[in-house]
């Protein structure tokens, strides 16, 4: 049997890292797309994927890919005068994938979603920092109905 750790055997360890954050200036569909364009233009490359949820204040993303790539766009968002108080809420190696086919999804936080949020949380309120990873995971899969490459946000 091969213990040869995966980085070991030419492949990057992949990673999951789950982070929040409020917007220093409110969240616009402008804002919105501009994110959602650079990642398409960028992430590709640098084999990165994963998910952007927000509503008016507050951004939730999930980023994948190999562990070096992962920390070094995190370490760039940290820097991002957009947004602050970034927190990182949940950091795991992964053998798989769960966003694979987006090189950013978007599913905005909509009002139509409160029964989602009060399934996941204490409150019909979107409010990552106040959830578990596990609730977060469950609440972005359920979401997933909804996630789309790159659409018109509207953020409610």
């Known amino acids: ?4 750790p995966f980085t070991l055997r030419g492949h990057p360890m992949l990673v999951r890292l789950t982070y929040a954050s409020r917007a220093l200036n409110g ?3 402008q804002l919105i797309r501009e994110i959602l ?3 398409q233009r960028n992430n590709p490359r ?8 927000c509503n008016a204040d507050i951004f939730l993303q999930v980023l994948e890919g190999p562990r070096a790539a992962v920390n070094e766009l995190y ?4 820097d991002d005068q957009r947004h602050k108080g970034l927190t990182v809420l949940d950091y795991e190696e992964i053998s798989v994938r769960r966003y694979a086919n ?3 999804g978007w599913a905005g936080a909509k009002q139509a979603n409160r029964e989602l949020f009060l399934k ?9 920092f ?18 789309s490459p790159l659409t018109t946000p509207v953020i409610s």
């Open 46 to 53: 640098k084999g990165l994927t994963g998910i952007l949820c």
């Open 102 to 104: 987006w090189s950013m």
């Open 27 to 29: 969240v616009s569909s």
């Open 37 to 39: 364009e650079a990642s």
């Open 1 to 4: 049997m091969d213990i040869t």
């Open 75 to 78: 370490n760039f968002l940290a």
């Open 130 to 147: 106040s959830m578990s990873a596990a609730q977060i995971s469950g609440m972005l899969q359920e979401l997933e109905a909804s996630i």
């Open 120 to 128: 996941y949380s204490c409150s019909d309120r979107f409010d990552p």
